[in-house]
């Protein structure tokens, strides 16, 4: 009797739109991965509207992601 576990799939890192730099800087809100990983089903940020961008340090939200429920490692 035991909840299956929340699903996890790899999503392009809005900040740095799967670049995984931003500026000529290694992309903060994916370490300059590229992806992360977020739990399925995928709903973007409502708060930046999935670019993780809405100021200059990203996105408080989603941390720069652009999406919600983003696994950190
Ligand atoms: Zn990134
Ligand atoms: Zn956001």
Redesign the pocket.
């Known amino acids: 009797m035991s909840m299956s576990p929340a699903k996890h799939a790899p999503e392009t890192c809005a900040f740095c739109k799967g670049a995984g730099e931003s500026g000529g800087r290694r992309c903060p809100a994916c370490c300059g991965r590229g992806m992360v990983t977020v739990a399925q089903p995928a709903k973007r ?1 409502a ?2 509207n ?1 670019t ?1 961008r ?1 100021c200059i340090k990203g ?1 408080p ?2 941390g ?1 992601t ?1 999406w919600m429920g983003v696994l950190r490692e």
């Open positions: 940020c708060l930046c999935g993780g809405l996105c939200a989603c720069g652009g």
